[in-house]
């Protein structure tokens, strides 16, 4: 089982749309939740951390359910810019060097229609 | 503030060949990351670094690949010999702090499109 696994998609949508992608992780000691955006030929940006109380900043919503172990990300009224590949990370610490590192899963193709 | 420089951002190579990436963090970031991410797939991290020591480089194909961050800036990474599954982009990472952390922030350079014919 991958440690990280999302729907590859692609998620197409029309202009204006609602749509949610999710994300489930397999290391319950997991510690940090992100979401990175990353256009076509270009390098992963930070879109938002995930916080377990639920965070959104704009358009943007996302949720993070440790018990069931997975993160979503919902994004209202679809804009045309949006259409890019939603990247999501989980940060684990390792127990024997006590640094952490970054786990991503695959990304999901989202592309906004006119 | 300038962000993370990389360089070449493209290199063409025969297979069996050797080749060099080189990055520059952020100025004063204590962790260096390097990636490969092959199309359709998210970054598989290859190796950290804390200031210019390694800390994780469990997944670098060490017979073929080797990295450096000497002084604890500016880092190296190199494939010899390639191979065709090599190709993919490299792309180097930098935060700010020395073990990472829950409030850390990953920021990536323009990556080095690698393609071994």
């Known amino acids: 089982r991958k440690e990280v696994e999302q729907d590859p998609g692609p998620f197409n949508v029309p202009e204006g749309a609602t749509v949610a992608f999710n994300c489930t992780y397999s290391?319950?000691?997991?510690?940090?939740f992100f979401w990175y955006r990353q256009d076509c030929r270009k390098e992963p940006k930070l879109l938002m951390s995930?916080?377990?109380s639920g965070n959104e900043d704009g358009r943007f919503t996302a949720q993070l359910n440790r018990a069931s172990q997975y993160i979503s990300l919902l994004i209202r009224d679809s804009k045309l810019s949006d259409s890019a590949t939603y990247l999501c990370?989980?940060?684990?610490?390792?127990?024997?060097?006590?640094?952490?590192?970054?786990?991503f899963g695959t990304g999901t193709r989202l592309k906004v229609l006119a | 503030e300038a962000g993370v420089a990389q360089s070449p951002r493209y290199k063409i190579i025969e297979k069996r060949q050797s080749v060099a990436f080189w990055c520059n963090p952020i100025?004063?970031?204590?962790?260096l990351y390097w990636y490969q991410q092959i199309l359709g797939q998210g970054p598989k991290l290859l190796i950290q670094?804390?200031?210019?020591?390694?800390?994780?480089d469990s997944q670098l194909p060490k017979d073929r690949f080797s990295a450096e961050r000497l002084k604890g800036v500016d880092s190296t990474l190199k494939i010899q010999p390639a191979k065709l599954e090599d190709s993919a982009v490299y792309l180097c990472?930098?935060?700010?702090?020395?073990?990472?952390?829950?409030?850390?922030?990953?920021?990536f350079g323009p990556g080095t499109r690698l393609t071994v014919l």
């Open positions: 990472a930098s935060s700010l702090l020395i073990a990472g952390g829950t409030t850390d922030t990953q920021y």
């Open positions: 290391n319950s000691a997991s510690q940090s």
């Open positions: 995930v916080y377990s």
């Open positions: 990370v989980v940060n684990i610490r390792d127990n024997t060097s006590g640094t952490y590192k970054y786990i």
């Open positions: 100025s004063g970031h204590a962790t």
């Open positions: 670094f804390q200031n210019n020591g390694v800390v994780d």
